[in-house]
C-alpha cells in the first residue's frame, strides 16, 4: 500500500501562484509514471502533468508554458508548480502514482477568482 498526501491548495486571485505537492509513503525513484490529475464537478477527472519514467514529462495543452512538474527523490514528493493562474484552472487536484498498484491522494481544492 502506498499513501499520498497532498498539500498546497487554496484560493489565489487569477494572475497568480500556487504549488502543491505530493508527499508519497514509499520511494519514488523507481515509480514508474507520477501525475497530476484535476476534476470539476460533472466532469471527468482530467490529466493536467504527468512523468512518464524518470525524466519525460507531458502537459495537458492548457496549462502549457504555466504549469511545471517537477520531483525530489529524496523527499519522496513531487510537485505542481502552477503559475498565470485562471478561473478555469479552479478544481480538486489530485496525484496519482504507478508503480506495482495504482494509488491516488484524497485531493486539494485549489479555488482562482477572478
Known amino acids: 500500500q502506498v499513501d499520498l498526501v497532498e498539500s498546497g491548495g487554496g484560493l489565489v486571485q487569477a494572475g497568480g501562484s500556487l504549488t502543491l505537492a505530493c508527499t508519497a509513503s514509499?520511494?519514488?525513484?523507481?515509480?514508474?509514471?507520477m501525475a497530476w490529475y484535476r476534476q470539476t464537478p460533472g466532469k471527468q477527472r482530467e490529466l493536467v502533468a504527468g512523468?512518464?519514467?524518470?525524466?519525460?514529462?507531458e502537459y495537458t495543452d492548457a496549462v502549457k508554458g504555466r504549469f511545471t512538474i517537477s520531483r525530489d527523490n529524496g523527499k519522496k514528493t513531487m510537485y505542481l508548480q502552477m503559475n498565470s493562474l485562471k478561473p478555469e484552472d479552479t478544481a480538486v487536484y489530485y496525484c496519482?502514482?504507478?508503480?506495482?498498484?495504482?494509488?491516488w491522494g484524497q485531493g486539494t481544492q485549489v479555488t482562482v477568482s477572478s
Open positions: 496519482k502514482m504507478r508503480g506495482r498498484g495504482e494509488y
Open positions: 514509499v520511494s519514488i525513484i523507481s515509480m514508474p509514471y
Open positions: 512523468f512518464i519514467g524518470a525524466i519525460r514529462r
